[in-house]
C-alpha cells in the first residue's frame, strides 16, 4: 500500500514495498503488538503529532502535515486532507467503510474510534486513496491493532489516565493482550469525559461538554504459519455531547463495528499477499436541542446509518513488477428524520425525513501495478473502476421530493473511472522526487442528492439535494521531493487539483426556507470549473543526539471559477516543535503559527479569520520498574491563553484557552 | 416426476390465491361507515361512507354502496342525496353537492357535499334517494356535522375548512379537498370548490313535494382566479408554489399543493372575481384562510 508521501517515511515505504521480503503471520503480529501509541504512517520516525499518551485522535490529527480538522464542538471534529472534506475523502477502519448517521457530519467516522484500539492511522492523498474507493481528496484508514499471538509472555497490556484543567477532563485509556500459541486476544477501552471548556479569555463555551466510552476485541487466531483469521469488534458510546457551534447537541451516538478477516502470506508463488474481509457497522445518532434554554423549534433527528460489505485484496510479485488487485463491495442503508416541536401553545409536532430511506451499493476494483525499471526509476499505474446503484426506497422520500419539482422513480446509477500515473526518480539515497498525475471522481453524498432542507449553520442557509447532480471530477497533479540523511529529513509537496463539476450548495430564490431563521434555501449544484492549489512541507533535524526540532508548514489556496474562494481553504500554518531527550527526560517546546485567512468563500458566506500563535510546552518522564515501563506526563497547551480560532471552525467559536494537562500509563 | 406435477399444481395454487386475495380487496377499507340502511321499496341495503372519520363543515368525500339481500354489490340503480340543515330557529337550508356517480372500477357512487356549517344550532340529515326501475326508496339520515376547526391544535379564528364571505349581496363559500381523499407530504392535486347562495334563498327550503328537484340554492360560481399559497404557521415557512387552481366544472377549481413535511398547513388563498377581491389572506393576514394538520 503506498502511503502519504509527502514526508519523507513515505519514499522509504513506497521502495520498501516494491522491495519487501516475504514475512510470516508471526512476524507481523509482533511488530503490532510493540506499538502501544497510533502510528501516522509518512510523518517520519518520531511521535511528534502525540501530545500526550492518552491524547484523542483528532488531537493527534491535527498535528499531521496533511489533515486538518473542521471543528464544531470539542468533540467528533471533522478531518479535512488538503482542504477536501465530507464526501471527497474515504474515510475507513481497517479498509471497512463506515457512514456516520447525522445528517449535519457531527459523526465523522473517526469519532467512532478510539486511539488505544488503533495501531496506524493511514493517510493518503488525492488519487491515492482511490484503493478505498472512488475519492477526488484522498482516504484516511485506521488501522486495529493485531493481537499478539505467540509469546512468552501470555498477558500484556498498558494502563492510562490523563487530567485536563481546561475542560476539567478525565481520559482513560487501557489494553489487555492475552496470547495463547495460536490464539491471541486483545481488549482495549477507553472512556472520557470533560466539561465545557473554557476559551481564551477565560469564558466557558457553554454546550462544549462531552462523554465518550469505547470497546474494542480482536481476536486472531493463526490457521498455519502463513494464515490467520481475525475478528475484531469495536462498540462506541458518546453521549451528552455539546456542539457549541451548532443548533443542537446530541444526546447518543453509538457506533458497532465487527469484521472478519483472513490473512494469507503464501510461502511460495507470485502472490505475496491476500487479504479478505467481510464487515459490517451500524450507527444511531441521537441529536436534539433539549438542553438549549431557548429555540424557536425544539427538534429531535435521529439518524441510522447501517453498512455491510466485503473485499478482496491481493499483492502479486514477479521480478521487477508489482501487482495489487482489489475488488469491494458495500452497501449503506441510511435515514435520518426531523421532528418539531412547536413551543407555541397548540402546536403540533411536525415531521420530514431529511434522509428519507435509502441505500446505496457500491463495488468496485482497484488495480495498480508498479514497475521498478532502473534501481532510479520506478512508475505506478493505477485504475479505480466503480458501479454506484442508489435507491430510495421510501415513498415519504419520493413525495417529499415531488414539492421541489422531481419525480424519483428509479435508482441513482453512475459508473466512476479514475485512473493515475506516478514517476518516481531517485537519484541517489540521499534524494527522492516524484510526480503524479490523476483524473478523479467521486459520486455525490446521499445529502448532495437526496437531503431534504438540511440547516447548515455555518451559512445559515438549508440545503437540499440534487438528485440529477453530476459527478464531481477532478484533474490532480502533484510532485513532491524529499531529502535525508542521518541528520536530516526533508520533505516538500505541492499539489493542484482543477474540478470539473465542483459541487457546492448555490442559494435558489424559488424555495423557502424551512429552518426558523434561516437566511434561503441552497441546492447542491455543479460548479463547472474550479481550482486548488497546495504545498506541504516538513522538516525533522536532529540537533544533536538527543536535540530535534520539527517543522510544518501547510498551506491552500483554491477559486471559483467566477473568482469567488474555495470555502474551508487553510492559510499558511506553520508548526515547530523542539524535543530535548536527557535520560529518563523528554522535554518539547512547540510554537504554531496561522497567518490570517482573508481569502473567503462568499456563496459561503465564510468570514475573515485572524492570525494567531500558540506556544505548548511538554515533559515526560520515563520509569521502568521490574520490566515494565511507565510514563508521567504533564504539559501545558496554548501557555499564551491565545483567545483563537481557525479558519475551519465553525459558528465563531473559539478554541481552548490554557490547558494544564497532568497524566501517566503504564506498559506492562 | 409425479411430485413435480404435485409440486407445481400447489405452486399455481397459491398464485391463484393469492391473485384472488388482491382482486377482492374491500374498496372502502380506509373509509367511514357513516350509515347502513335498509330500502324496502327496492329492497337494497345503501351504506354511506366518509372519507373522514367524521363529517365536518367544508367539503366532504362521501360515497355510497348498495348490495342486494345476498349481500352483492348492486351498481345498476341511480343514487342521489340531498343534506339539509334543520336550524333551531325554525327554518332549514340545504348545501351544496356532487351528486353521487357511480364509479365502474369499484361499483362505488362517489360524490361530496360542501357542509356549510356544523351540526351545532341545529340538525343536518341526508335524505338518500334510490331508484331501480320502477321502485324507489328515499331515506333520511340524521347525521352529525362536526366543527373541525375546534380539533384543531392551532386555535386562530381565521383559519377556517370552510370559508364564507358576504360581499354585498351574496354570501360565497369556499372549500377545499383532495383528490387523494386526505392530504399527506409531496405534491397532490388540490380542488377548491367555490359557491354562492342565491340572494334572499336560504338554501333550498323544504317543501311538502320534496326537495330533489329543487337543487340546493346554492351555484357554482365558476370565473374566479384563484391562488393558494401552503403556509407553516408554527415554523413559518411555505412550501414550494404548485400549479394555481383553474377551473374545471361546477366551481370546482384543480390545481396542485405542496407539502414538504407533516404538521399544521395554513392555505393562504386570494380569491377574485374580476378585480373585486373576496378573499385576500396572502396579503391580508387577518383575512380568512383554509387550514389543516396532518
Known amino acids: ?668 | 416426476m409425479k411430485n413435480i406435477y404435485i409440486v407445481f399444481a400447489i405452486a399455481f395454487a397459491f398464485l391463484f390465491t393469492a391473485c384472488s386475495e388482491e382482486n377482492t380487496v374491500d374498496p372502502m377499507l380506509n373509509y367511514t361507515k357513516v350509515e347502513t340502511i335498509t330500502l324496502p321499496n327496492t329492497g337494497l341495503e345503501a351504506t354511506v361512507w366518509s372519507v373522514e372519520e367524521t363529517l365536518f363543515a367544508g367539503y366532504n368525500k362521501m360515497m355510497v354502496t348498495l348490495q342486494d339481500a345476498e349481500g352483492n354489490a348492486v351498481t345498476t340503480p341511480s343514487v342521489k342525496w340531498m343534506p339539509m340543515m334543520a336550524m333551531d330557529g325554525g327554518h332549514s337550508h340545504s348545501a351544496p353537492t356532487d351528486q353521487p356517480v357511480l364509479n365502474a372500477d369499484n361499483g362505488v357512487y362517489e360524490g361530496g357535499v360542501t357542509f356549510v356549517m356544523p351540526s351545532m344550532g341545529g340538525a343536518w340529515t341526508l335524505m338518500l334517494e334510490v331508484t331501480e326501475g320502477e321502485q324507489m326508496d328515499m331515506h333520511t339520515l340524521p347525521i352529525t356535522v362536526m366543527d373541525k376547526n375546534s380539533t384543531f391544535a392551532i386555535q386562530q379564528a381565521n383559519y377556517q375548512t370552510i370559508i364564507r364571505k358576504q360581499v354585498g349581496e351574496t354570501r360565497y363559500f369556499f372549500a377545499y379537498y383532495f383528490k387523494e381523499d386526505m392530504p399527506r407530504v409531496g405534491e397532490q392535486e388540490i380542488v377548491i370548490a367555490a359557491y354562492k347562495m342565491m340572494p334572499m334563498d336560504h338554501g333550498s327550503m323544504r317543501t311538502a313535494e320534496g326537495m330533489m328537484d329543487h337543487g340546493t340554492g346554492f351555484m357554482p360560481v365558476t370565473d374566479l382566479s384563484i391562488e393558494l399559497e401552503a403556509y407553516m404557521p408554527s415554523m413559518g415557512h411555505g412550501a414550494p408554489e404548485g400549479q394555481q387552481p383553474m377551473h374545471k366544472m361546477h366551481g370546482h377549481y384543480e390545481g396542485t399543493i405542496n407539502f414538504n413535511m407533516t404538521g399544521d398547513w395554513q392555505l393562504k388563498t386570494r380569491i377574485k372575481m374580476g378585480e373585486e377581491v373576496l378573499v385576500n389572506s396572502m396579503d391580508v393576514e387577518e383575512d380568512l384562510s383554509f387550514y389543516l394538520e396532518f
Not at chain 1, 8 to 18: D, Y
Not at chain 1, 161 to 185: E, F, I, P, R
Not at chain 1, 452 to 461: A, K, Q, S, V
Request: aromatic share 12%; net charge negative; hydrophobic share 35%.
Open chain 1, 1 to 668: 500500500m503506498r502511503l502519504k508521501a509527502v514526508m519523507l517515511g513515505v519514499f522509504l515505504g513506497l521502495w520498501g514495498i516494491s522491495q519487501a521480503q516475504r514475512h510470516t503471520i508471526h512476524q507481523d503480529t509482533i511488530a503490532t503488538s510493540v506499538l502501544q501509541e497510533v502510528v501516522v504512517e509518512g510523518e517520519g520516525a518520531q511521535d511528534f503529532y502525540i501530545p500526550e499518551k492518552q491524547s484523542s485522535l483528532e488531537r493527534i490529527m491535527d498535528r499531521t502535515s496533511s489533515v486538518n480538522l473542521i471543528k464544531r464542538g470539542n468533540y467528533a471534529q471533522e478531518p479535512v486532507i488538503q482542504g477536501l472534506s465530507a464526501g471527497q475523502i474515504n474515510i475507513t477502519v481497517d479498509g471497512m467503510h463506515v457512514f456516520g448517521a447525522c445528517t449535519d457530519r457531527m459523526d465523522p467516522v473517526s469519532s467512532y474510534v478510539e486511539t488505544n484500539n488503533l495501531s496506524a492511522l493511514q493517510i493518503e492523498e488525492g488519487a491515492n486513496g482511490n484503493i478505498h474507493g472512488s475519492t477526488i481528496g484522498g482516504a484516511l484508514n485506521m488501522v486495529s491493532p493485531a493481537p499478539v499471538v505467540k509469546s512468552e509472555q501470555p498477558w500484556s497490556g498498558g494502563l492510562g489516565a490523563t487530567y485536563h484543567s481546561v475542560s476539567n477532563g478525565q481520559d482513560y485509556l487501557g489494553n489487555l493482550n492475552y496470547a495463547a500459541g495460536k490464539w491471541g486476544v486483545r481488549y482495549s477501552g477507553g472512556w472520557r469525559k470533560h466539561q465545557n471548556y473554557l476559551h481564551g479569555k477565560g469564558k466557558q463555551v457553554d454546550f462544549s461538554q462531552y462523554t465518550k466510552m469505547n470497546h474494542s476485541l480482536n481476536l486472531r487466531y493463526l490457521l498455519n504459519e502463513s494464515s490467520a483469521l481475525r475478528l475484531s469488534l469495536i462498540m462506541d458510546d458518546a453521549r451528552d455531547v455539546g456542539y457549541p457551534a451548532l443548533p443542537m447537541d446530541v444526546s447518543s451516538a453509538k457506533g458497532n463495528l465487527y469484521g472478519l478477516t483472513y490473512e494469507w502470506y503464501p510461502e511460495q508463488g507470485s502472490l505475496h499477499h491476500l487479504q479478505a474481509k467481510i464487515y459490517g457497522n451500524n450507527i444511531t445518532h441521537i441529536m436534539d436541542d433539549s438542553k438549549r434554554p431557548d429555540v424557536p423549534i425544539r427538534m429531535d433527528m435521529p439518524g441510522w446509518s447501517d453498512t455491510y460489505g466485503g473485499f478482496v485484496e491481493t499483492m502479486w510479485q514477479w521480478g521487477r513488477h508489482q501487482l495489487m488487485l482489489k475488488t469491494d463491495v458495500y452497501t449503506n442503508d441510511v435515514r435520518a428524520e426531523m421532528t418539531m416541536y412547536p413551543n407555541q401553545e397548540g402546536g403540533i409536532p411536525m415531521f420530514m425525513l431529511t434522509w428519507a430511506d435509502t441505500r446505496r451499493t457500491v463495488g468496485g476494483v482497484y488495480a495498480r501495478q508498479s514497475t521498478q525499471w532502473t534501481t532510479q526509476w520506478k512508475t505506478n499505474i493505477s485504475l479505480r473502476m466503480d458501479y454506484a446503484h442508489t435507491l430510495m426506497t421510501s415513498t415519504f422520500g419520493k413525495q417529499q421530493f415531488q414539492t421541489l419539482g422531481y419525480a424519483i422513480e428509479g435508482a441513482d446509477e453512475r459508473l466512476l473511472v479514475s485512473p493515475q500515473l506516478e514517476v518516481h526518480y531517485q537519484p541517489s539515497e540521499q534524494w527522492k522526487f516524484s510526480m503524479q498525475g490523476a483524473y478523479t471522481s467521486r459520486q455525490p453524498t446521499i445529502t448532495e442528492i437526496y437531503g431534504f432542507y438540511l440547516f447548515n449553520r455555518f451559512d445559515g442557509y438549508d440545503y437540499v439535494g440534487s438528485p440529477d447532480i453530476k459527478n464531481e471530477k477532478a484533474w490532480q497533479w502533484s510532485a513532491k521531493a524529499s531529502h535525508e540523511t542521518e541528520q536530516l529529513q526533508l520533505g516538500v509537496s505541492t499539489f493542484a487539483y482543477l474540478f470539473r463539476d465542483y459541487i457546492m450548495g448555490v442559494t435558489d430564490p424559488s424555495l423557502n426556507r424551512m429552518t426558523v431563521g434561516a437566511k434561503g434555501v441552497k441546492r447542491y449544484t455543479n460548479i463547472p470549473s474550479a481550482y486548488m492549489v497546495g504545498a506541504n512541507a516538513n522538516a525533522h533535524w536532529w540537533l544533536t543526539k538527543d536535540l530535534s526540532t520539527k517543522t510544518t508548514l501547510q498551506y491552500t489556496h483554491g477559486r471559483l471559477e467566477d473568482g469567488d474562494g474555495l470555502p474551508m481553504m487553510l492559510p499558511l500554518r506553520w508548526q515547530q516543535a523542539l524535543r530535548y531527550q536527557y535520560k529518563q527526560w523528554q522535554l518539547q517546546a512547540e510554537y504554531e503559527y496561522a497567518n490570517q485567512q482573508n481569502e473567503i468563500s462568499e456563496v459561503f458566506e465564510e468570514q475573515a479569520t485572524e492570525a494567531y500563535y500558540l506556544v505548548n510546552l511538554r515533559a515526560e518522564y520515563e520509569v521502568e520498574w521490574q520490566g515494565k515501563r511507565g510514563h508521567i506526563q504533564v504539559g501545558v497547551d496554548n501557555l499564551l491563553d491565545a483567545y483563537y480560532r481557525t479558519h475551519l471552525d465553525w459558528g465563531g467559536i473559539y478554541r481552548p484557552g490554557r490547558d494544564i494537562y497532568v497524566g501517566m500509563n503504564i506498559i506492562f
